[in-house]
């Protein structure tokens, strides 16, 4: 029987007296990947970050692997949607995904052997491994994020969170990523929040809709009225790619 690794028990986020989040229930198990999509400002990395501890909830209970966010966050790997840095920074490919390293290893320790080979074999996972002493600056954006998730994996880690990864990635490129996603999943359970709607309906194994709200029923299955309550519009917009792109009808 697949254990629990999330469990949401009528969460509520709230900001200066705001509902970001409101009573939210959620289960997701062992090697689920869930998609979870909505409208702008609807609360997905609050979502997500509620989920890493760095957002509390001021109603509600959260568990992680069993535990609270805070002390499961070393089983979480997380690729924010921005992944700020300077693109004129010498640093390579090979010290970026080392730094996923670091909850093993301590700030001020060497990295060791074992440390090396995860990052070698995270780097063969996301076809990167060519690039190694490449400056992270120098890739496309669509390697660059290739990195990001290698780096967010070397932990072998059991949870993967993923915020828009798919973000200024031209199509190509998108599709790859996503054959990457298809071989993590046997891996790991996979969240992860996109406005790719269609691609999200094809990828995912669940898929979630969340405005404030969270739609969900266990499955890729989402009703009409769940679209568009949590859209606010009529579904054959959202289908037509407003206020997103792609929908098959229902």
Not at 2 to 13: C, N
Request: charged share 25%.
């Amino acid at each position: 029987m697949d254990r629990e690794v999330i469990v949401f028990k009528d969460v509520w986020v709230s900001y200066d007296g705001l509902h970001i989040l409101k009573e939210i229930n959620l289960v997701v198990k062992d090697h689920d990947f869930l998609g979870v999509i909505g409208p702008n400002g609807g609360g997905k990395s609050t979502l997500l970050k509620t989920i890493l501890g760095l957002v509390k909830p001021t109603k509600g209970e959260i568990k992680v692997f069993g535990d609270t966010p805070h002390n499961s966050r070393k089983d979480v790997g997380y690729v924010p949607q921005y992944s700020l840095f300077d693109p004129n920074f010498p640093i390579t490919v090979w010290d970026v995904v080392l730094m996923g390293r670091m909850g093993h290893t301590g700030l001020l320790k060497r990295y060791s052997e074992k440390d090396k080979k995860a990052a070698l074999d995270a780097l063969k996972t996301v076809e990167m491994l060519e690039y190694r002493d490449w400056q992270i600056g120098s890739l496309s954006g669509g390697q660059q994020q290739r990195v990001f998730i290698a780096r967010a994996v070397v932990g072998d880690p059991k949870l993967l969170l993923l915020d828009e990864p798919t973000t200024g990635i031209d199509t190509v490129m998108r599709d790859e990523f996503y054959e990457m996603l298809e071989k993590l999943k046997a891996k790991m359970a996979i969240v992860m929040v996109s406005h790719d709607i269609g691609a999200v309906s094809v990828l995912v194994d669940k898929i979630a809709c969340l405005n404030h709200t969270l739609y969900y029923h266990n499955s890729k299955e989402l009703t009409p009225e769940d679209l568009d309550a949590a859209y606010q519009c009529p579904v054959d917009l959202i289908a037509h790619g407003v206020p997103h792109r792609v929908l098959k009808k229902h």
